[in-house]
């Protein structure tokens, strides 16, 4: 299990429900897709604007039962039947666009608020569609899939610290790097420092803090989509643990988990609190 892109949820694990594969499956190449538009290659910022103009129109086009384009023509085909069948809220999907356009125009976060008001869009939405597909809806079990969302989004961001900087991309609060004395422009140019790693400690603390709030979901979700989640959980729990465990240098190294957590994992899933 890892913590990176969409790999944020496991796709099409073997404890997701075989009947909801397929829909999964849907999600993610969607998100997929449209991060690499919004990342990948050597397009100019105005190309990948239009490049997600014209994919969110394929959307559009897809949720009025109407032919998109050939353009992308897989991801548009597996989505539409997931529509079809399982009545997808198509705000969820838009929304998830709409982080991927603010990634284009790559901004500075002012504060936590920006950054969760962008984790709203970026992951948030992941968690609403699966539980959509689960069967669960009550206001409760949202928030604290929300929670779990944004957590693992926080750890993902706290542990590609040096990658999203070589990239020019800077996901820590300004406020909190001015507090600490550190600038924008050290964080690009990669400059490892204790102000940066205790910054980072407070960081994980707070990402931490939002994967436990929502721990007591794995009871709600029945059966084999529930023990994927307590999975999903401890995975971010892990990453932070190891971000931890090397004194908060992800500007220098990115921890990763590997087939050897994976016993660690399965234990604490199992023994949870909240688990049944």
Known sequence: ????????????????????RPAV????????????????GELTAAARHEALAAYRADLAA?????????RWTPVFARLAAAIERYA???????????????????????????VLDYCRRSADPVG?????????????????????CTGLQLANFWQDLGLDASRGRVYLPRDELAAAGITI???????DSPALRALLRDLCTWAQELLEQGIPLARR?????GWELRLVVQGGLRVLEKIGRMNHATMLSRPKLGAADL??????AATMRGAR
């Open 263 to 268: 016993p660690v994992l399965l234990w604490r």
């Open 88 to 114: 997808l809220p198509p705000v969820w999907l838009h929304k998830l666009l709409d982080a991927f356009v603010q990634d284009v125009d790559n901004p500075v976060y002012a504060d936590r608020g920006q």
């Open 62 to 70: 897809v949720v009025q039962r109407q032919a998109p384009s050939t």
């Open 1 to 20: 299990m890892s913590v990176d892109h969409y790999e944020n949820f496991p796709v099409a694990s073997v404890l997701c429900p075989p009947a909801l």
């Open 25 to 40: 499956v849907a999600i993610y190449h969607f998100a997929r897709t449209a991060d690499d538009i919004a990342d990948e």
């Open 128 to 148: 609403r569609l699966l539980l959509h597909l689960y069967g669960v809806n009550d206001a409760d079990s949202l928030r604290r899939a929300d929670a779990v």
């Open 221 to 225: 979700v029945p059966g084999r989509a």
């Open 185 to 191: 422009e050290d964080v690009l140019a990669r400059h």
